[in-house]
């Protein structure tokens, strides 16, 4: 029987469908023993990862059977994908199937952070009854939310959010303004510098590239409205971080909302541990019952298929 690796987590329905027709080391462990997962690797035919996992050169020189690599979501940043194609090694990512557990998490934090009384709990457990501080909140109907990367989730967030009645600008430098989804979801296509400037939210979904690393520098937060808010489930790097702590700590925005990290996991005496209104999650945006379910069938449908060609 062919082999396949599964070195993170994965739905365990997934993993038994599997492991009808292929010998499976299911082991989530192996992505923090790298030593183990190229010996495993030595005679598998495909490896199932998450983010965690690298799958690097070195990583395929161990694997020389390797033909699949199923990617448990769909960022690809771990993933070195020119080595990939030098080897003829399939690159299958989860292209759509956590989409909604993102773009609710994007519109759970926005509304939190718009209405900015969710995070002072402890206060009135403790007897204190801080209701004059915390009867300035707003709504998001007539807010301008400021989607930062078009692709399938970008335009989920942004029907989602139109339902809200909430107003739609959008910035993605690989469509055109004549591109159907901007009429499809309400949206309003705009320069980068011109969409931040009107948003009182800011929602990233891109990759990180050259052009995408500190997209979010100290320059463009430092152009955002006072009491703007800034949320990231798209990759750690695409914000500067020290910035964006600074920002807050000033009160210059009202809040902001991180999933992904420069570091992951974030690094004790990061300069966001300080910042106030920042709801900070361990990158688990896409992460919940359903779209574990979606994602893992999915890549297992995937990774099966390449391996019965």
């Known amino acids: ?3 396949i690796v599964i070195s993170e987590f994965m739905d365990d329905a997934a993993v038994d469908t599997l492991r009808l027709n292929f010998d499976v080391c299911f082991d989530p462990a192996l992505v923090d023993e790298p030593e183990r997962l190229m010996a495993e690797l030595a ?7 998450r ?7 070195a990583l395929l020189d161990a694997a020389v059977k390797l033909s699949a690599v199923g990617r448990l979501g769909v960022g690809l940043d771990n993933i070195d994908m020119p080595a ?10 989860a292209t759509g199937a ?5 773009a609710e998490y994007v519109i759970t934090t926005s509304l939190m952070l718009l209405r900015g009384t969710y995070l002072r709990s402890a206060d009135v457990a403790a007897g204190e009854w801080p209701r004059q501080a915390l009867s300035n909140g707003r709504e998001a109907a007539g807010s301008v939310l400021a989607v ?6 970008g335009q989920l967030v942004a029907r989602l959010a139109r339902g809200l009645g909430m107003t739609i600008v959008g910035h993605d430098p690989q469509l055109g303004r004549d591109a159907p989804c901007w009429r499809e979801t309400g949206a309003r296509c705009m320069a980068l510098d011109d969409a931040l400037a009107l948003a009182d939210v800011v929602t990233l979904h891109v990759p990180l590239t050259d052009t995408t690393r500190n997209l979010l520098n100290s320059e463009r937060i430092g152009r955002l ?3 703007a808010i800034v949320i990231n489930t798209a990759r750690g790097g695409t914000i500067d971080e020290r910035a964006l702590a600074s920002a807050l700590c000033e009160k210059r925005l009202a809040g902001a909302a991180l999933d992904v ?6 690094k004790r005496g990061s300069p966001l541990a300080a910042a106030p209104n920042l709801i900070l999650t361990p990158h688990i945006a896409g992460l919940t019952v359903q779209s574990n379910e979606r994602v893992s069938s999915l890549v297992a449908q995937w990774v099966a298929a390449a391996l019965s060609d």
């Open 1 to 3: 029987m062919k082999k």
């Open 43 to 49: 005679d598998a035919r495909a490896l199932i990862v």
């Open 261 to 266: 990290f420069d570091d992951e996991p974030l």
């Open 51 to 57: 983010n965690r996992t690298q799958v690097s050169a």
């Open 225 to 227: 409205k006072r009491g």
């Open 84 to 93: 990939c194609a030098e080897r003829s090694v399939a690159v299958l990512p």
């Open 98 to 102: 956590n989409a909604q557990a993102v």
């Open 148 to 153: 930062i990367g078009f692709g399938g989730i």
